[in-house]
């Protein structure tokens, strides 16, 4: 079975200021790891994927995700909020291979102020 | 390259109402799913396809929801009747078989039912 919980519903920052959005995961198998993002009436866009290679893994628009296993986690990050950056974050987990049936977190939204 | 198509982008009907939505994945994906996305909630899985077989439906309402994907390219779902909650955003996904399990969204189908 597998899971993923992020940790927070809203994150609010300044703009010019960091990023951090939680997810903890589990899975009892290794897991391949995604975080997306979906503007307002978009669709869900990828912003990167970890796969069993480098643990700390540079997506699109400035933003990474450290792999740990020790801590089950995969939080995301950027060094300077913009105010395009609001939007929600979801954190999805998966078994790689075969059906891969992926599982998604309820989502964080990421509020950036002036 | 073309990205997951839907349609229609907005569907509003009465309950107790058919619904059918359309998706055209990303030629050559071999892998479709369709998600349930509820307002303030991450995704939910619906039905995922592997060309033209079902892999898992395990969350599909059965009684009043179903799907196909003909000729394992383009697929429709279809609620019949509708429910006040299944108000809800449809997403379908696509993914290579030989992919590195990332998925590409299409735009979603909001569906209202008063």
């Known amino acids: 079975a597998q899971s993923v919980t992020q940790l927070d519903s809203h994150v609010s920052v300044s703009e010019g200021t960091p990023v951090l959005l939680r997810c903890n995961y589990s899975?009892?198998?290794?897991?391949?790891l995604f975080w997306y993002v979906q503007h307002p009436n978009k669709g869900l866009q990828l912003l990167l994927k970890?796969?069993?290679?480098?643990?700390l893994v540079k997506g699109i628009n400035g933003f990474e995700a450290e792999f740990k296993k020790s801590e089950t986690s995969f939080h995301l990050t950027k060094p300077s909020a913009h105010m395009s950056d609001a939007a929600e974050y979801f954190c999805v987990v998966s078994v790689p291979g075969g059906s891969y049936i992926p599982t998604f977190g309820r989502g964080t939204s990421l509020i950036v102020h002036p | 390259e073309a990205g997951v198509a839907q349609s229609p982008r907005y569907k509003i009907i009465e309950k107790r109402q058919s619904v059918a939505f359309w998706c055209n994945p990303i030629s050559g994906h071999a892998t479709l799913y369709w998600y349930q996305q509820i307002l303030g909630q991450g995704p939910k899985l619906l039905i995922q396809f592997q060309n033209n077989g079902v892999v898992d439906d395990s969350q599909l309402p059965k009684d009043r929801f179903s799907a196909e994907r003909l000729k394992g390219v383009d697929s429709t779902l279809k609620i019949q009747p509708a429910k006040l909650e299944d108000s809800a955003v449809y997403l379908c996904?696509?993914?290579?078989?030989?992919?590195?399990?990332?998925?590409?969204f299409g735009p979603g189908t909001r569906l209202t039912v008063l």
């Open positions: 970890y796969t069993s290679a480098a643990t």
């Open positions: 899975s009892s198998y290794s897991p391949s």
């Open positions: 996904a696509s993914r290579s078989a030989g992919g590195a399990d990332t998925q590409y």
